[in-house]
């Protein structure tokens, strides 16, 4: 770890951030968290403060802070040279490619951008131009899911299924339809999961139908929400959402972003239903963050449409530092690290860990559902537990700040219905030890008792 002390003084440095930074997603915030040094799960502030990273930043530093391992990967390869374009090729991200595929377990394409919502936009691109080259090209549409996010740019904006987060940018894209997530908890069909049809995914399949199945090309969603809210479908969800596409002939994009690289406690989240996704998207996990990068999975044999030697049929799309030489290097340390160090198992044990320590809250009158898909945990804050309702903003807040106080960084579900964003998220780094994981539980415990008393 370097525990270098910033080249300014707190002070200074708050000054100038108020003068010049931008802070993305938070409210106007004179007095944001400075952070300057990381080791392991754990994050310093620049007045000394030590954080346990609870978010793993945002849901991507999977294998932890302060690895040198990666550093020096992106050094060597910084010397070796730091940059060509994806319209050639190069060492690591050929070596990445193939790493990708075996992490897939397919036979897949590797089509590499910088952020999580490139990815989406390339996913979007690409099934629309599969369709214009099959002889299909009425097929333009997407079908997405409400509470969904997939990214800020304008095409993953119109498939994020969150008003907040658009009501000020619109029009966005046309051509995305959104249809209920399969949220047990405050089922939209008014069902119990046990005894419903798995009305949730009968409702994709009537938006194929409603919007014209001949104009639909795909149907994009995360294996379960994270930042909506940590919604965790049942197990058959995915496979018949899987049988409807290929019902209707349309495709099946998974967003994995944030499930991909063992968060979900499999390799990616898909191999929890035994699913053949037709594009994967992936980011975040893909480097733990350590450099930008993102890339679209595409099967194969969707590919073998673009390979025309005419340029009539090529990917009309290029990125710029997408697959950068460095980045790519730092993935597949990333990656080895991940492997060697058996994370997406390990992932697998916070999960069931996780569960164990928060049991106890279950009975807790502000607790209405506690939600894990591997190691990633969403815990619903509720005024009580008979009448469901959200909490408000204060509690969810005093919840979080009291977890702040105790040395804890959570966070909560992003912008969704106004008097929904009761959930608080975490996502441990995947190196996160036993004994941190009784101090996460042991801070959120005397978090939400300090707000009963
Ligand atoms: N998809 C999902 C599921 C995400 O959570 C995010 C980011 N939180 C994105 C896409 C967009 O990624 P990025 O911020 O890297 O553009």
């Not at 990214?151 to 046309?174: D, I, M, N, V, W």
């Not at 290929?246 to 991909?260: M, T």
């Not at 898909?270 to 993102?294: C, F, Q, R, W």
Request: proline share 5%; glycine share 10%; aromatic share 8%.
């Amino acid at each position: 770890m370097s525990t270098q002390k910033p080249a300014l003084a707190k002070e200074e440095l708050l000054e100038k951030d108020r003068k010049y930074v931008w802070h993305h997603m938070s409210p106007h915030n004179d007095n944001p968290l400075i952070i300057v040094s990381g080791d392991g799960c754990w994050i310093t502030d620049a007045d000394g403060n030590r954080y346990f990273d609870g978010m793993s930043g945002l849901w991507c530093v999977n294998v932890g802070h302060g690895r040198e391992r990666i550093a020096k990967a992106a050094y060597e390869q910084m010397k070796t040279i730091a940059y060509s374009p994806m319209s050639q090729s190069h060492v690591p991200a050929i070596q990445l490619a193939e790493k990708i595929n075996s992490w897939l377990e397919g036979d897949y394409r590797i089509f590499f951008s910088n952020s999580g919502s490139d990815a989406n936009e390339v996913a979007f691109k690409i099934a629309r131009q599969y369709y214009h080259q099959k002889g299909e090209p009425a097929r333009h549409k997407f079908i997405a899911r409400h509470r969904a996010y997939h990214g800020s740019s304008f095409g993953a904006l119109s498939a994020t299924g969150q008003a907040q987060r658009k009501l000020k940018y619109e029009p966005l894209g046309a051509g995305f339809q959104h249809v209920p997530p399969p949220y047990c908890y405050r089922c939209p069909f008014g069902q119990s999961y046990g005894s419903c049809g798995l009305e949730c995914a009968d409702a994709v399949e009537a938006a194929i139908n409603w919007e014209g199945a001949d104009s639909v090309a795909g149907i994009i969603l995360e294996p379960a929400i994270t930042g909506g809210g940590m919604i965790v479908p049942p197990a058959e969800y995915l496979p018949k959402v899987r049988e409807i596409c290929d019902k209707y002939g349309v495709l099946l994009i998974l967003d994995e972003v944030i499930c991909g690289f063992g968060r979900s406690g499999e390799k990616f989240g898909h191999h929890n239903y035994s699913v053949e996704p037709d594009i994967v998207t992936m980011a975040k996990g893909l480097t733990s963050a350590y450099s930008p990068l993102s890339a679209t999975a595409v099967r194969s044999s969707l590919y073998e449409s673009f390979k025309g030697k005419d340029g009539a049929s090529h990917f009309r799309h290029v990125n710029t530092f997408g697959g950068n030489q460095v980045s790519c290097a730092v993935a597949i340390a990333n990656l080895e690290i991940m492997e060697e160090e058996q994370l997406v198992e390990r992932s697998a044990r916070i999960g069931k860990e996780l569960d164990r320590l928060l049991e106890p809250l279950k009975t807790h009158p502000n607790i209405g559902d506690i939600r894990l898909f591997g190691s990633a945990c969403g815990i619903e804050l509720v005024v009580d537990q008979q009448s469901k309702t959200p909490a408000d903003a204060d509690l969810v807040l005093r919840v979080i700040s009291g977890c702040k106080s105790r040395g804890l960084l959570v966070g909560k579900n992003g912008d969704t219905v106004p008097g929904f964003n009761n959930i608080i998220t975490l996502c441990p780094p995947l190196i996160t030890t036993d004994d941190e994981l009784a101090f996460i539980a042991g801070a959120i415990t005397e978090a939400l008792e300090s707000i009963s008393s």
